[in-house]
T-cell receptor, first 112, second 109 residues
């Protein structure tokens, strides 16, 4: 069966520090991969998605970047965090041609 | 991008009551999805709708794909405390999944 792993679960980082959040998927190949951010427990904002290794689509220009170095690995990064980067970050995967993504358990990021 | 209008924004109900929420858009879509998110977790898919007019159930949950293909409804019957969470509608466009703003449901025992 397929599983998605996301870590860390919580993170407190100072303003100006770098960020690296990792997401990996097991049990499938060639997944579509996604990073979402959720602020204040409400709407999910799509940040990046990837349909293949090295292919990244950015939805919202901002202080963050994403990379997909391997088929089942998706990384969210920042060189210098801002206070506004605080939020709940969710990774998700989906099969091409089908609907309904599977989400990871999320990372609660607090920038102080 | 596509904008989904989900209402109500929040609901406070008593255990045993029925719940109804909806999602509308100005655009036509071929698929409507409903997710539930519990506190501190990622959203989980509840129901997927693929055909206009389709009515699909999952236990006490029933969702309908509007005949105009611009809206969808989710009903929960005989609510229980574990129904608490945020319910999201979502649509697919290409490789992207776009979510509504969510309905926060609180169930009082």
């Amino acid at each position: 069966s397929q599983t998605i792993h996301q870590w860390p679960a919580t993170l407190v980082q100072p303003v100006g520090s770098p960020l690296s959040l990792e997401c990996t998927v097991e049990g499938t190949s060639n997944p579509n991969l996604y990073w979402y951010r959720q602020a204040a427990g409400r709407g999910l904002q799509l940040l990046f998605y990837s349909v293949g290794i090295g292919q990244i689509s950015s939805e919202v220009p901002q202080n963050l970047s994403a990379s997909r170095p391997q088929d089942r690995q998706f990384i969210l990064s920042s060189k210098k965090l801002l206070l506004s980067d605080s939020g709940f970050y969710l990774c998700a995967w989906g099969r091409r041609g089908s609907y309904g993504y599977t989400f990871g358990s999320g990372t609660r990021l607090t920038v102080v | 991008g596509q904008q989904l209008n989900q209402s109500p924004q929040s609901m406070f109900i008593q255990e045993g009551e029925d719940v109804s929420m909806n999602c509308t858009s100005s655009s036509i879509f071929n698929t409507w999805l409903w997710y539930k998110q519990e506190p501190g977790e990622g959203p989980v898919l509840l129901i997927a709708l693929y055909k206009a007019g389709e009515l699909t159930s999952n236990g006490r949950l029933t969702a309908q794909f509007g005949i105009t293909r611009k809206d969808s409804f989710l009903n929960i019957s005989a609510s229980i405390p574990s129904d608490v969470g945020i319910y999201f509608c979502a649509i697919t466009s290409g490789s992207r999944l776009t979510f509504g703003e969510g309905t926060q449901l609180t169930v009082n025992p």
